[in-house]
């Protein structure tokens, strides 16, 4: 071996043992973490946005104190009242008037003064009743004026009012008193003494207007499950109307089918053996129906989320900018997510966008059942949108951000983390073109869409509250339904009424229907409401006069009444309803917005029943109205215990003033049959139950904005597609080959219940 081949051989060796120590020592090597770019600001609004914001813990405070010294009157911590007792129910952010809004916002007026709305309950009073002061200014009170009257035209009766949790723990005291008079029952039906049952109201709470009576039914209850699946055919009545809870009673009786005056009657049937018992052995937790404990190890981790260079949102106060958009956002305890000021590359576009009810009306052969038409927002959907669970409920690395609420008590309650804002990949293309002749060439744009985010936990239901924006100018409102389904003790016809999903349980059919508010402002406050269809015309082929054709062709209409304007559920709407500003666009059509609906409701409560006026939003999906100030909201939380008498009436604002060229509210209902099934155990997923609505540009522009979005991509054959010149999907493997940071899982939802 001569010494050239050696040299050769010994460069060999060299080389080979330095890529064996590049791979060694970047084996199992972590990827640097990404790296956050600082946002820029998209525009400032000087804390505009603050008009509009929730109240602050220190802001309650402030108003309870203010009440306490001002109102000459006795009041009790709400979490201990008694219904003989003066107590503030709860307080909440008055927002301004529109009109003072927008002096300050767009014509350089002065800021509104910031107002709170108490709610108290007056039950040590000759004539009890319930009483609403606007209390302000903020942060130091100095006055209130009692709107009551000016709101509801009189005051609100006491029993209208919303059932507290003091209350409901009152009754349950109650119930097992009267439990305990029929001990043999308990344990031959149930194996209990009637301590471990579940106890879940109804409502409404009895047939007329004064009634305070109410159907409480029993489950089986197993810590660590949803007792909702676990009936044990003992139903109560109760009432509670009285403001001294000593002369409460127990009404009525119900178990498997039939009827008794008490507790004690039922008893002497059971133990005179006349009466039929299902004998229902004590769930065990590892077996019992519903558990959504996991059946088997963690697997490995799926798709991850993540932002390589930080959000490309950005929050300030209660105000989240992204790629054009502006969007003020907040949550009323009651009613929910509200969101403000909705702009658009700077131009308002919807002035508030609101939850206002969610209904769910029950169906059974068992009394709780048959009579259950629960009315969310007097429970209280922002109040209880609980912490979110970071991975799941919304991605890892979502902003999650603390709302406050002030319910029950005099002293503020935090649900932190409970409203989350991340922006999606939908993995689907915005739009896409590939051209196959001419020219070849690809042009497309990622769906990515900024979310905002809040669940509510409503007894056994958990609803998904989405708002989306997307590039395109649009915005997307979706709910969700997930969590246990209602149900009943299976007997007799039962399942005219739903489907068994267990030994003794049947799921009940119900439905789920959700109104919004969309306070709509398109390129200014006056619009009009504008229809477009399809329908065909037969004509005479101009080529071939002998023949003829079926063409279609576009009918536009304007809808001058707000009688024109009130699509009943289920009836056939136009397929294109627009608000229309009288401006146009470059090729001369109203700049406009398009309301799409995407619901699946069933049918509404017959007009003909003494409770519909209560609801009678929901004989509409969609009702366009003139804007009144004296007309924010589509019901009241007093009209689930007064449906019979209900304190605000939707149907009343239909009354055929004209809506051309006016500030225009739609008001939207979406909703869904669900008869439950073996698969909504242990629950109901999300897959198939999602409705809602788009607000999309139709012709509010004089292209499709999201051609100026920075994420486009366009290359052509000529192009070399590999590199980041020509295509930014090229530069993803430098750009992103980065670890997320991952904050520490951390969760506190169940300290604040």
Known sequence: MNMKTVLVLLVL?????????????????????????PREQEDTDDSQSLVFADLTPEEMVQVVRYLQGNLGVQLVDASRAKPSDNCIASVDVQVPAKAEVLRFLDGG??????????????????????????????????YHRDVTVQKYGGKVPYHRRPVTSKEYVDINTLIQQELRKAPRFLDACCESNGTDLAILTTAPRGFKSGDRTTWFVLFHGVAGTGYYLSPVGLEVLVEHGDLHVSCW???????????????????????????????????????????????????????????????????????????????????????????????????????ELSLQEALALYSSNCPGGMSTRYLDGSFGIGRFAYELVRGLDCPYTATYVDRHYLAESETPKTNQNSLCIFEHDAALPLRRHFSDSQSLYYGGLQKKTLVIRAISTLI??????????????????????????????????????????????????????????????????????????????????????????????LRRERLEREDEAAFLLNAPMPRYVSFASPKPNK?????????????????????????????????????????????????????????WTPTIVFADFINNETITNEDLVAWISVGFLHVPHAEDVPNTVTVGNGIGFFLRPYNYFDEDPSVDSPDSVYFSSEQDARACEANPLACLPPAVACAPHLPPFHYGGFLNL
């Open 587 to 643: 090729w001369g059509h109203p700049r406009s917005y398009r309301i799409q609906i995407t619901s699946f409701a069933g049918e509404h409560l017959p007009t003909s029943s003494p409770m519909e006026r209560s609801i009678s939003w929901g004989r509409y999906q969609l009702a366009v109205t003139r804007r009144k100030e004296e007309e924010p909201t589509s019901t009241s939380i007093y009209n689930q215990n007064d449906p």
């Open 249 to 351: 009673r127990l009404h009525q009786v119900f178990y498997n089918g039939q009827y008794f005056a008490s507790m004690g009657d039922l008893e002497d049937a059971f133990v005179a053996n006349l009466l039929e018992v299902i004998r229902i052995k004590k769930p065990q937790p590892k077996a019992v129906l519903g558990s959504m404990r996991p059946r088997h190890p963690p697997g490995s981790p799926g798709p991850l989320q993540y932002e390589p260079q930080g959000p490309r949102y950005s929050i300030r106060d209660n105000r989240i900018t992204f790629q054009g958009w502006s969007i003020t956002f907040g949550m009323n305890p009651n009613s929910g997510p509200r969101l403000f000021d909705i702009r658009y590359r700077g131009e308002r576009i919807v002035y």
């Open 460 to 553: 056994n239901y958990d609803y998904i509250w989405d708002f989306m924006f997307h590039s395109s100018g649009a915005v997307e409102v979706q709910v969700h339904a997930t969590g246990y389904i209602s149900s009943s003790f299976l007997h007799g016809r039962g399942t005219d009424y739903g489907n068994r999903v267990g030994p003794h349980t049947l799921g009940t059919m119900h439905l789920h229907h959700i109104h919004y508010k969309v306070d709509l402002d398109v390129d200014g406050q006056l619009n009009s409401l504008e229809t477009q269809d399809m329908e065909y015309e037969l004509v005479k082929d101009p080529w071939s006069m002998q023949n003829t054709i079926e063409r279609p062709y």
């Open 109 to 142: 007026g002065a800021r509104p003064p910031r107002e709170a709305l108490a709610v108290l309950y007056f039950g040590n009073q000759p004539d009890p009743n319930v009483t609403e002061y606007v209390v302000g200014p903020l942060p130091t009170p100095a």
């Open 13 to 37: 060796a060299l080389a080979t043992i330095f890529a064996l120590v590049c791979v060694l020592l970047t084996r199992g090597r972590v990827p640097s973490t990404c790296q956050h770019q």
